[in-house]
């Protein structure tokens, strides 16, 4: 470290004034001490201001790239010592009025239904069912209802795509909409495509161990598609202690047992 200048010259003052006598009188230990508080401020100068204990070891915030900075904070809709649970999402399925709105299109009775347990909110999903299978080409308003298995506290950074990979059909009337405890977290829309498109977006959502209402709505208005076409809406989350989002895992999509 550099020395200060003038922390030499009154070092040694101060070394005089407290050798140069073995009975310093009074006037010659006042004048030393205030050259050591001298010295003392110098050297405190040179060294920076003196970090606060009660803050110091905390970390610094880390701002979230790409994701809204209002953060919504939700509780549980479910503790987390629930019994009757198995995995799984409940997946109902209804013909899509696409001029409609899509809670209220999903309050009649369903055509037909079945528990996923992969490949989550994928329009392709019906081609797993047999009694669904039926209904493939078709406009269709599709509906996971789940329990999401939260296991830590804090920010959750949720990212949301409606996607469909490359595909030289016309898919027309394409939408989501993705609730948690009755709140929007993502909804998006694409009117005509002929090729592949994506729409996203994200969230930021402070949750606590548990399990919360998890819906995803996804509707095609006139899917004249083939199978390899991969529709759907993909949910990826960053939890607290980690540093990359990753896709949902089947192992936290819960439903209750009938």
């Excluded at 005089?16 to 001298?38: F, K, M, V, Y």
């Excluded at 040179?46 to 110091?56: I, L």
């Excluded at 904070?73 to 198995?86: F, H, I, N, S």
């Excluded at 202690?241 to 936290?252: D, G």
Aim: glycine residues 6%.
């Amino acid at each position: 470290m550099k020395q200060h200048p003038l922390t030499s010259a009154i070092l040694a003052i101060i070394v005089i004034a407290a050798c140069g006598s073995p009975s310093p009188n009074p006037d010659d230990r006042a004048r030393a001490d205030s050259l050591q508080r001298e010295l003392s401020r110098l050297q405190q100068a040179q060294r920076g201001p003196v970090e606060n204990p009660a803050t110091s070891s905390q970390p610094a915030a880390v701002p979230v790239a790409g994701a809204s900075s209002n953060v919504v904070v939700l509780a549980p809709a479910e503790p987390g010592t629930v019994t009757d649970l198995e995995q799984g999402a409940v997946l109902d399925l209804w013909l899509n009025n696409r001029e409609g709105d899509l809670k209220a299109l999903t309050i009649d009775r369903s055509v037909g239904s079945m528990i996923a347990t992969s490949d989550f909110f994928r329009y392709n999903h019906i081609n797993s069912d047999q009694d669904l299978r039926g209904y493939w080409g078709r406009p269709l308003l599709m509906k996971w209802s789940a329990l999401l298995e939260i296991t830590e506290s804090g920010a959750h950074v949720f990212s949301f795509e409606l996607k469909r990979q490359q595909d030289p059909n016309r898919l027309d009337g394409s939408r989501t909409l993705v609730t948690l405890n009755g709140e929007t977290v993502f909804q998006a829309q694409k009117e005509y495509a002929y090729d592949e498109f994506s729409e996203m977006g994200s969230a930021v959502l402070s949750l606590s161990p548990g399990f919360y209402r998890l819906e995803v709505w996804l509707a095609a208005g006139t899917p004249h598609v083939v199978p390899s076409t991969d529709l759907g809406t993909y949910i990826k989350v960053r939890e607290p202690s980690s540093m990359t989002p990753q896709p949902l895992q089947s192992s936290r999509i819960w439903h209750r047992a009938p």
